[in-house]
């Protein structure tokens, strides 16, 4: 695909704009990158974010949506306790209005690079008669400890979370700073055996630990950390529901051995908030107990996509993970 003269500028300006990062020997501007890491190992993820599905042009500035695009992808790297490096942004403009258009999403992400020490190191641009597409691909690398699996979960761990959950779609899921220093500092500080980062919501997310790690799970409904963005004259039971399954919380989910946890909980690396939230069985089954002191099969209605839906979509928008 021929470089259009209006992509020629969005790279010199990319260029312009863009803090350097040490490990990008060659960043922007040519036909590829080239990174060095001294760890000698990569961590790579990429999530595409589509106008009317993941945000809504109409409802956000092209800042916060190009702003998110990163954060979600950050919070992916957060969850391996990755250090994120370089960021690779691919966009599919509308044909009106798309180069300012790509200037205002770039200038959403460049804080919140510069804040996590990422470079634009390169991507692509294309204009289309769709709506507006952002793809973003982070690389990043080993932050002196071992990247943190969703597989590694134990019978007997404990179940952490870091802050609170449900009612993201007011607006913190534009707003959200992804954990990437918390989970370097949880990684640092505890041996943690798995985790990921809430992007579907707890009851979903929790699933693909236990799935990869193949073992259950027993959470208690009381210990869930609700955020306050969830509307509060709700019943308890629906406060709980949206804490369960709302998605985009962007929190991370974590497992460590029981003494590992009660010391990480004593003496917290992190000011986000850190609760425990239940532990991990040895039977393959996911089990909450809830308000009454039941144990129930934890109802998951987490996100899920809805490929060839034929609905008209006025749900919020729902997103799930490059896995
Ligand atoms: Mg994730």
């Known amino acids: 695909m021929a470089e259009s003269s209006g992509e020629f500028a969005l790279i010199d300006w990319i260029r312009r704009n863009s803090a350097r990062q040490p490990q990008v020997e060659t960043g922007i501007g040519d036909d590829a990158a080239v990174l060095r890491f001294d760890s000698g190992r990569t961590i790579v993820t990429a999530d595409m974010l589509m106008d009317g599905v993941h945000f809504r042009l109409s409802e956000s500035t092209p800042e916060s949506v190009g702003r998110k695009c990163l954060a979600v992808n950050l919070s992916d790297v957060a969850a391996m306790a990755g250090q994120p490096t370089a960021?690779?942004?691919?966009?599919a403009l509308p044909r009106t209005g798309g180069a300012p258009l790509a200037e205002r999403l770039y200038d959403g992400m460049k804080p919140l690079a510069e804040q996590f020490n990422v470079e634009i190191a390169g991507g692509d641009t294309n204009i289309w008669d769709g709506p507006l597409v952002v793809s973003v691909t982070i690389l990043g690398e080993p932050a002196g400890v071992e990247p943190i699996l969703r597989s590694g979960a134990h019978p007997g761990d404990w179940l952490l979370v870091t802050g609170s959950l449900g009612g993201s779609l007011s607006g913190r899921h534009l707003t959200f700073t992804p954990r990437v220093q918390e989970a370097m500092a949880l990684a640092r500080s505890a041996s943690l055996h798995a985790m990921i980062d809430l992007s579907d919501g707890l009851a979903s997310d929790?699933?693909?630990i236990l799935r990869e790690s193949q073992v259950g799970a027993?959470?208690?409904?009381n210990t869930i950390p609700i955020s306050d963005d969830v509307d509060p004259a709700l019943?308890?039971?629906?406060?709980?529901?949206?804490?369960?399954?709302?998605?985009?919380?962007?929190?991370?989910?974590?497992?460590?051995?029981?003494?590992?946890?009660?010391?990480?909980?004593?003496?917290?690396?992190?000011?986000?908030?850190?609760?425990?939230?239940?532990?991990?069985?040895?039977?393959?089954?996911?089990l909450m107990v809830d308000f009454d002191g039941e144990t129930v099969e934890l109802p998951s209605g987490g996100w899920e996509h809805r490929f060839g839906s034929t609905e008209p979509d006025d749900s919020p928008p729902s997103r799930g993970d490059t896995e």
């Not at 960021?87 to 966009?91: D, G, P, T, V």
């Not at 027993?218 to 409904?221: C, G, K, P, V």
Request: a negative charge.
């Open 206 to 208: 929790l699933r693909h």
């Open 235 to 286: 019943s308890p039971a629906e406060q709980l529901h949206h804490a369960l399954t709302d998605g985009e919380d962007f929190e991370l989910l974590l497992t460590l051995s029981p003494e590992q946890g009660a010391a990480l909980l004593q003496n917290p690396p992190v000011e986000a908030r850190l609760t425990k939230i239940g532990t991990i069985s040895a039977e393959q089954r996911c």
């Open 87 to 91: 960021a690779f942004l691919c966009l």
């Open 218 to 221: 027993l959470i208690d409904a």
